[in-house]
């Protein structure tokens, strides 16, 4: 598969921003599910304009880090532009690669991401490498709504399920889901 032709058009950034999106998730309320806490490192892959990354930020506080990665400069440009405090770090990265460390994030958060991304296998390797705790929402093939992405790009979560477990992460599971989206929460313990 050729991962470019998945890819978001950042051309439209604004609906990633847009009220209803923000009512939708309320995504300070969605990531108080989440034990990440004050001081902690998160690393938003995909981070488009931010609608995450900032909620990520006010967990972490001043003393954490947010690194945001995404391969579109519009995107960064947009989050550089709502003026993010310190502790987050704007990286031009293409997954599956993610140019940090090894061990340089508490968690890897994905949000509408992993279904633009190619191959699968790869990108969770690189995820375990760069750490141990991993979070990722998307869009359900079997969605009720029309909104989101073509079905045809959409990944099951059992696939991304047996390849979490497949490349380190050994604790993986769907741990939410309503008629449009899931939540699965992996972690490795080796
Ligand atoms: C649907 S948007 C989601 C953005 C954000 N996670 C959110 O939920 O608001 C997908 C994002 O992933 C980025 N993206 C797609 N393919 C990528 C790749 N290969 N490397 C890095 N970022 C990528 C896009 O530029 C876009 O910002």
């Known amino acids: 598969m050729n991962s470019e032709a998945h890819r978001f058009d950042p ?12 009512a ?8 108080k599910r989440f034990e990440i806490g004050a001081g902690q490192r998160v690393a938003d892959l995909g981070c ?11 967990k972490v506080g001043a003393a954490g880090t947010v690194f945001a990665l995404d391969v579109s400069q519009d995107m ?3 989050l550089a532009s709502r003026q993010p405090p310190p502790a987050v770090q704007l ?7 993610i140019n940090l460390p090894d061990n340089s994030a508490d968690w890897l958060w994905a949000a509408f991401v992993l279904h633009e991304v190619a191959p699968l296998d790869v990108q969770v390797r690189e995820m375990r490498r760069v750490g141990k705790r ?8 079997d969605a009720q709504g029309e909104a ?3 079905r045809s790009h959409r990944l099951w979560p059992r696939e991304i399920i047996d390849v979490l477990r497949a490349n380190g992460f050994d604790q993986a599971r769907q741990t939410w889901q309503d008629d449009d989206n899931y939540l699965i929460e992996a972690s490795a313990t080796a």
């Open 134 to 141: 991993a979070l990722i929402l998307d869009w359900r093939p």
């Open 11 to 22: 051309v439209h950034l604004d609906r990633l921003l847009s009220p209803q999106r923000q």
């Open 91 to 97: 990286l031009r990265s293409e997954l599956p690669a």
């Open 76 to 78: 960064l440009n947009a």
């Open 148 to 150: 989101g992405p073509p």
């Open 48 to 58: 488009g304009p931010g609608f995450w990354t900032l909620p990520l930020a006010e």
């Open 24 to 31: 939708r998730w309320a995504p300070q309320d969605f990531l």
